[in-house]
Nanobody, 123 residues
Framework: QVHLVESGGGLVQPGGTLRLSCAAS????????MSWYRQAPGKERELVAA????????NYTDSVKGRSTISRDNPKNTVYLQINSLKPEDTAVYYC????????????????WGQGTQVTVSS
Protein backbone atom coordinates (compact mmCIF):
# COMPACT_ATOMS: atom_id res chain seq x y z
CA GLN A 1 0.00 0.00 0.00
CA VAL A 2 1.32 3.41 -0.98
CA HIS A 3 1.81 6.06 1.66
CA LEU A 4 3.10 9.61 1.40
CA VAL A 5 3.24 11.33 4.77
CA GLU A 6 4.12 14.99 4.99
CA SER A 7 5.42 16.65 8.13
CA GLY A 8 7.03 19.89 9.23
CA GLY A 9 4.18 22.30 8.65
CA GLY A 10 3.01 24.84 11.19
CA LEU A 11 2.88 28.52 12.04
CA VAL A 12 5.91 30.53 11.02
CA GLN A 13 6.63 34.23 11.19
CA PRO A 14 7.29 36.18 8.01
CA GLY A 15 10.95 35.94 7.10
CA GLY A 16 11.31 32.59 8.78
CA THR A 17 12.34 29.22 7.38
CA LEU A 18 10.43 25.99 7.08
CA ARG A 19 11.56 22.51 6.13
CA LEU A 20 8.91 20.05 5.05
CA SER A 21 9.49 16.32 4.82
CA CYS A 22 7.59 13.64 2.95
CA ALA A 23 8.19 10.01 3.87
CA ALA A 24 7.23 7.52 1.17
CA SER A 25 6.49 3.81 1.31
CA UNK A 26 4.84 1.15 -0.79
CA UNK A 27 6.53 1.92 -4.11
CA UNK A 28 10.01 2.18 -5.60
CA UNK A 29 10.78 5.70 -4.47
CA UNK A 30 13.90 6.16 -6.61
CA UNK A 31 11.88 5.47 -9.77
CA UNK A 32 9.52 8.40 -9.21
CA UNK A 33 9.70 12.10 -9.90
CA MET A 34 8.81 13.80 -6.64
CA SER A 35 7.06 17.12 -6.32
CA TRP A 36 5.65 19.55 -3.81
CA TYR A 37 2.38 21.30 -4.56
CA ARG A 38 0.43 23.81 -2.52
CA GLN A 39 -3.13 25.03 -2.38
CA ALA A 40 -4.14 28.28 -0.76
CA PRO A 41 -7.76 28.98 0.22
CA GLY A 42 -9.81 29.79 -2.86
CA LYS A 43 -6.98 29.03 -5.24
CA GLU A 44 -6.03 26.12 -7.46
CA ARG A 45 -3.36 23.67 -6.43
CA GLU A 46 -0.03 24.69 -7.93
CA LEU A 47 3.33 23.05 -8.46
CA VAL A 48 5.93 24.50 -6.09
CA ALA A 49 8.97 22.37 -6.85
CA ALA A 50 9.92 19.06 -8.43
CA UNK A 51 13.00 16.86 -8.38
CA UNK A 52 14.11 14.12 -10.74
CA UNK A 53 14.55 10.48 -9.78
CA UNK A 54 18.18 10.76 -8.73
CA UNK A 55 18.05 14.45 -7.83
CA UNK A 56 20.04 15.75 -10.76
CA UNK A 57 17.34 18.09 -12.00
CA UNK A 58 14.97 20.42 -10.19
CA ASN A 59 12.24 22.84 -11.12
CA TYR A 60 10.71 25.67 -9.09
CA THR A 61 7.75 27.92 -9.53
CA ASP A 62 8.79 31.56 -9.95
CA SER A 63 7.32 32.67 -6.63
CA VAL A 64 9.74 30.48 -4.61
CA LYS A 65 12.72 30.41 -6.96
CA GLY A 66 15.89 31.55 -5.22
CA ARG A 67 14.57 31.00 -1.70
CA SER A 68 13.53 27.37 -1.86
CA THR A 69 15.33 24.05 -2.13
CA ILE A 70 13.87 20.67 -2.95
CA SER A 71 16.01 17.62 -2.18
CA ARG A 72 15.61 13.89 -1.78
CA ASP A 73 17.26 11.05 0.08
CA ASN A 74 16.53 7.89 -1.88
CA PRO A 75 17.89 5.43 0.73
CA LYS A 76 15.51 7.05 3.24
CA ASN A 77 12.59 7.29 0.78
CA THR A 78 12.15 10.92 1.74
CA VAL A 79 11.80 14.18 -0.13
CA TYR A 80 12.27 17.58 1.46
CA LEU A 81 11.26 21.15 0.74
CA GLN A 82 12.93 24.07 2.46
CA ILE A 83 11.57 27.57 1.98
CA ASN A 84 13.44 30.56 3.31
CA SER A 85 12.27 34.14 3.71
CA LEU A 86 8.69 33.00 4.11
CA LYS A 87 5.93 35.39 3.09
CA PRO A 88 2.25 35.48 4.07
CA GLU A 89 1.44 34.46 0.49
CA ASP A 90 3.25 31.17 1.12
CA THR A 91 0.38 30.20 3.40
CA ALA A 92 -1.22 27.05 2.01
CA VAL A 93 -1.65 23.34 2.44
CA TYR A 94 1.48 21.71 1.04
CA TYR A 95 1.20 18.33 -0.65
CA CYS A 96 3.78 15.77 -1.63
CA UNK A 97 3.27 14.01 -4.95
CA UNK A 98 4.94 11.08 -6.68
CA UNK A 99 4.84 10.54 -10.45
CA UNK A 100 5.95 7.44 -12.25
CA UNK A 101 6.69 9.28 -15.51
CA UNK A 102 7.40 12.62 -17.09
CA UNK A 103 9.97 15.16 -15.96
CA UNK A 104 10.47 17.87 -13.36
CA UNK A 105 8.74 20.30 -15.74
CA UNK A 106 5.79 18.05 -16.47
CA UNK A 107 5.41 15.13 -14.08
CA UNK A 108 3.05 12.49 -15.46
CA UNK A 109 2.13 8.84 -15.30
CA UNK A 110 0.99 7.01 -12.21
CA UNK A 111 0.36 9.48 -9.42
CA UNK A 112 0.30 9.31 -5.65
CA TRP A 113 -0.57 12.17 -3.29
CA GLY A 114 0.05 12.77 0.37
CA GLN A 115 -2.63 14.11 2.69
CA GLY A 116 -1.04 17.54 3.02
CA THR A 117 0.41 19.68 5.78
CA GLN A 118 -0.72 23.19 6.66
CA VAL A 119 1.79 26.02 6.50
CA THR A 120 0.70 29.37 7.89
CA VAL A 121 2.95 32.41 7.64
CA SER A 122 1.78 35.10 10.00
CA SER A 123 3.03 37.38 12.73
Amino acid sequence: QVHLVESGGGLVQPGGTLRLSCAASGFTFSSYVMSWYRQAPGKERELVAAISRIGGATNYTDSVKGRSTISRDNPKNTVYLQINSLKPEDTAVYYCKANGGGSVVAPSGSTYWGQGTQVTVSS
